[in-house]
Structure formats: C-alpha cells, structure tokens
C-alpha cells in the first residue's frame, strides 16, 4: 500500500450503519448509482432503511414479534 495514498475512514456501528467519511459514491448491486456529498454518511447495513442506500434510523426501531 502506498504511503502517500489517502486513506479514508470507516466505522462500522454494530448494529447500525457503517459511517464513511464523504462525499462518497456508493453503487448498488443492480449498478444504480447514489452520491452524497455530506462530511460523514451513513450507509444503511441493516436493510430496512426507506431511504437505502442511507441510513434513516430505521435500525433503531423494534421488530414486531410475528409469534
Ligand atoms: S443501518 Fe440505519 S436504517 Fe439501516
């Protein structure tokens, strides 16, 4: 790895988000294209967020118990 090369922070928010530093492009699986230029972005791990790729809270939430 180069040293001159700049590195960009991760952190990864159990069971959350994982924050990046931005402005970022993000690519879905189907090749769809989302950008955010915010200071840090929150990018939606758990898969329920409205607004995914990024994260809305919704992690926060309770499941209803379906038994
Ligand atoms: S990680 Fe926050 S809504 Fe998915």
């Known amino acids: 790895m180069s040293g001159d090369a700049k590195r960009n922070a991760v952190r990864v928010i159990r069971g959350g988000p994982v924050l990046v ?3 970022v492009d993000i690519e ?3 090749g769809a294209k989302v950008e ?5 972005v929150a ?5 329920r967020s409205k607004t995914y790729p990024l994260c809305d ?3 926060r939430k309770k499941r209803r118990r379906t038994d």
């Not at 990018?43 to 898969?47: F, I, W």
């Open 43 to 47: 990018v939606c791990a758990c898969g």
């Open 57 to 59: 809270t919704s992690h």
């Open 28 to 30: 879905l699986p189907d």
């Open 21 to 23: 530093s931005g402005p």
């Open 36 to 40: 955010s230029d915010r200071f840090m």
